[in-house]
């Protein structure tokens, strides 16, 4: 294989959910895994979409995953829930969480969702949109409950911290929603994965090794235990900021949740705990009045004059619809060094491509 693989959304989604069908996930999780898996592939997001794929399989079949698992309400309050994802598939889990804070949104103003053990969820953004469709804010923090660290705190050169992502979805009048999802750390470690998949260097500023000197090979930061560390959101210059986001989703998602803070724990893996939070606008000012402000600020972004070799600013989120609508008429051109583990999952599993 040497050229890019390319398949339509609809094929690529059929052959993920068939690969889970053969890994004993339950129809109703496997659409939703998909769902999830798949829009993140479509907007770019491959390091989140479908090479997760062969990581859920692993999980299942060393027991880190447990298909048919649902969420048990552990407390409950009018805006606030407590849930014990039950290692269950973490984009079943998450989608469970945003669901029941916009039920409580939509009857109270606020919802609140704090769930611990959850696995992984994949893109945090894939979990906004829709709320933010339906007219809610939404707010979603994951942390990795102490374990896989890769992040150095600021003034460290150890990895202790998770790259402790956050996401949130803000509605717009006649027009995709805003959607900002970030790691609090210069990169995702999917986007590690994806570079040592592709066997690039990881660009200058993400990475330092043990000695606080610059590193260049993502595998570094990868390795168990791992022999480099990225940097906080900001880097070298402010990284100090990045490092308090990282601690307010660390204490939000794991803290309350139980699930535990970052801790340098190698061992705790699929084990994440979120946090939810999601707000009604019309229970303040109204739905349409807060969408006349979002929309008059975002066209007075959008009018500001641009730096040059800016052709447009895009507000966040813009550039992922347009992917995604791309790949819906184009399909999808993926990597051979992102396909192979899928690859080599059919070869076993004997499905073929469409």
């Not at 989140?48 to 649902?70: D, F, N, S, T, W």
Request: aromatic residues 4%; hydrophobic residues 45%; charged residues 20%.
């Amino acid at each position: 294989m040497t050229g890019p693989v390319h398949l339509s959304c609809d094929a690529l989604g059929r052959l993920m959910g068939e690969i889970l069908a053969r890994a004993g996930v339950p129809a109703g999780e496997r659409e939703i895994v998909v769902e999830v898996l798949l829009e993140a592939t479509m907007a770019g997001y491959l390091s989140h979409g479908v090479m997760r794929v062969p990581l859920y399989v692993e999980a299942i079949r060393k027991g880190r995953i447990h298909p048919g698992v649902r969420p048990r309400v552990l407390r409950r309050s009018p805006s606030a829930l407590h849930l014990d994802a039950g290692h269950g598939l973490g984009p079943v889990s998450a989608t469970e969480a945003v669901g029941r804070a916009t039920e409580m949104a939509a009857s109270g103003g606020v919802g609140c969702v704090s769930v611990v053990r959850a696995a992984d969820v994949a893109r945090l953004g894939s979990y906004v949109i829709e709320p933010a469709r339906e007219g809610f804010v939404c707010l979603l923090l994951v942390n990795d409950a102490g374990g896989n660290p890769n992040v150095a705190p600021w003034g460290s050169t150890e990895p202790f911290l998770s790259t402790n992502p956050l996401a949130a979805g803000i509605p717009r009048r006649g027009a995709a929603p805003i959607v900002i999802d970030i790691s609090t750390s210069v990169a995702a470690a999917g986007r590690l994965k994806m570079l040592a998949a592709e066997g690039r260097k990881a660009p200058g500023g993400w990475l330092i090794d043990g000695a606080g000197q610059p590193c260049s090979d993502p595998a570094a930061a990868l390795d168990v235990p791992p022999r480099a560390a990225l940097l906080p959101l900001g880097g070298m210059l402010a990284g100090h900021k990045g490092f308090a986001l990282s601690l307010l989703v660390d204490v939000l998602a794991g803290a309350l949740s139980g699930a535990g803070c970052s801790a340098g724990d190698l061992e705790s893996s699929d084990r994440n705990g979120l946090f939810v939070l999601a707000v009604d606008p019309g229970h303040f000012l109204s739905r349409e009045g807060f969408l006349d402000r979002v929309e008059e600020y975002v066209q007075r972004l959008k009018g500001l004059r641009t730096a040059p070799g800016v052709e447009e600013i895009l507000v966040p989120g813009e550039r992922a619809h347009r992917e995604r609508e791309r790949a819906r008429a184009e399909g999808l051109h993926l990597d051979p060094g992102i396909w192979a583990p899928v690859r080599a999952l059919m070869d076993e599993l004997g499905l073929a491509e469409e």
